[in-house]
């Protein structure tokens, strides 16, 4: 394939934006080469600026589930920005998508919307701190819930990605009150609300973690987790941004089969807008300005265009939930596809998959959570996404990233792109 255009454009990027991107993992830093400048897309394709067509599994890193551009999402757009594209006065909208999002969502009540995934998780800390009254939160090292201070330690993702997970810029203050665990190790969180008891306010956690590959907690895990949260007077806090909307109607709290206190949401709800969002039950709802004295804003909270989209993906998925399903037989025949094609060809690897989540980790130890997610071979992850990319497949550019299918992938794109394996899978040595 060739990149002409996307180096020059990427050239230019950089001398006006920092490392010529606007969000630091599509810079290709982890994989090298040159980042893919995209036109425009539809359905399960990207279309990038050399006129290369790429099948796309990111789906703009979750949003868009039912593929690009879709239609009723698009078209809803449109007829929200004739009327005005912004108003910092409330609209009826805001309270359809409340609404339809609280409906489809066990154990919520209210609702508030912020502009992403780091608003909504940096929002809800707060709310648990002045809920409870309390400093001190959780986090397990791997997980990522946005860019905000206090979630800037041993984050995963692109801050893994990086080798940076500690950020310059975040002050020992902020930094002694965030607790570190390890996901899927329960006895880690207990040493830390033994040693802290009565100074933690939440524990945060992804319930389906999605930024060290995908991982999925343990049965035992993830109820021992809810319970000690229970007995200790400590919030769950469940950040569905990657898996609300995503996993089923209910998101990981339906799927595991667990209560959290707070949940948080990015991604879908936005429909591919700048959406985020967190949730919870009316007693700790009442607590947020105006109605109680926790104070969190928005000048573009609840924009008509962002409502209008995310009012039309959720509506779609509300009345056609066997969505789920379809996404997540794709991604088994991917997954099986791609089992069968690395075995063939002998090369050691980890499969994690659930629903519409997937990843591949090239080590012979089962991932499950940071430590072992880092011991994923880099070299060779390199060599798998240039290889499926130089055959038309655009993977997430890090091992520490999901795969997120969009329902618009037909089964022939996924024995496409199962093919392209086959073809480039002597060359992983
Ligand atoms: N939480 C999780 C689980 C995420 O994956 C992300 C972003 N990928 C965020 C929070 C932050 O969301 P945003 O990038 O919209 O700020």
């Known amino acids: 394939m060739i990149y002409k255009r996307s180096s020059a454009l990427f050239e230019e990027a950089q001398q006006y934006i920092p490392g010529g991107v606007n ?16 036109k425009e897309a539809k ?13 796309d599994y990111i789906a703009s890193w979750g949003p868009l589930i039912l593929g690009h551009a879709h239609e009723p999402v698009i078209n809803a757009v449109i007829e929200k920005a004739k009327k005005g594209t912004s108003f910092g006065m409330p609209t009826e909208i805001e309270t359809q998508l409340a609404k339809l999002a609280v409906s489809m969502v066990p154990n919520i009540d209210k609702i508030r919307f912020v502009n992403s995934g780091t608003e909504a998780c940096m929002s809800a800390i ?6 409870t009254g309390k400093d001190k939160i959780i986090k397990f090292a791997g997980c990522y819930h946005g860019h905000s201070d206090s979630f800037l330690i041993q984050a995963g993702s692109g801050a893994v990605t990086f080798g940076s997970p500690n950020s310059p810029g975040v002050t020992q203050g902020t930094a ?35 930024n060290m590959g995908c991982i999925i907690p343990s049965d035992s895990f993830i109820k021992g987790l809810r319970e000690l949260c229970t007995q200790e007077g400590i919030l769950l806090i469940f ?46 709802m009442a607590y947020l300005a105006p109605e109680g004295p926790v104070y969190q804003a928005g000048t573009l909270s609840g924009n ?5 989209a995310g009012l039309a993906m959720l509506t779609q998925l509300n009345e056609h939930p066997e969505v789920f399903q379809s996404l997540a037989e794709k991604t088994e025949y991917l997954a099986k596809g791609i089992e069968k094609v690395l075995d063939t060809h002998g090369v050691v690897y980890q499969m994690n998959r659930l ?52 329902d618009a992938l037909s089964y022939e794109d996924l024995d496409a792109t199962i093919l392209a394996l086959d073809t480039i899978a002597p060359t992983l040595k």
């Open 43 to 55: 359905g399960a394709y990207l279309y990038d600026e050399d006129g290369n067509r790429l099948i």
């Open 176 to 210: 002694k009150d965030t607790l570190l665990a390890e996901y899927n190790d329960l006895e880690s969180v207990k040493a830390l609300t033994t040693a802290n008891k009565g100074e933690i306010a939440a524990v945060i956690i992804e319930p389906v973690a999605g």
């Open 126 to 131: 707060r709310l648990a701190r002045g809920y």
């Open 304 to 308: 008509p265009l962002a409502m209008s």
């Open 355 to 406: 629903g519409s989540m997937m990843s591949v980790h090239f080590t012979d130890e089962p991932v499950v959570d940071f430590k072992t997610s880092v011991k994923g071979n880099n070299d060779f992850f390199k060599k798998y996404f240039h290889g499926m990319l130089n055959h038309g497949v655009y993977l997430p550019p890090s091992a520490f990233e999901s795969y997120f299918l969009n």
């Open 239 to 284: 950040d569905e941004v990657m898996t609300g909307f995503r996993l089923g109607k209910g998101g990981a709290q339906e799927v595991l089969g667990i209560d959290a206190d707070i949940v948080t949401f990015g991604k879908v709800i936005g429909g591919g807008l700048p959406v985020g969002a967190f949730a919870a039950r009316n007693e700790i």
């Open 23 to 38: 969000s630091p993992v599509r810079a290709f830093k982890a994989v090298g080469g040159t980042p893919i400048f995209v």
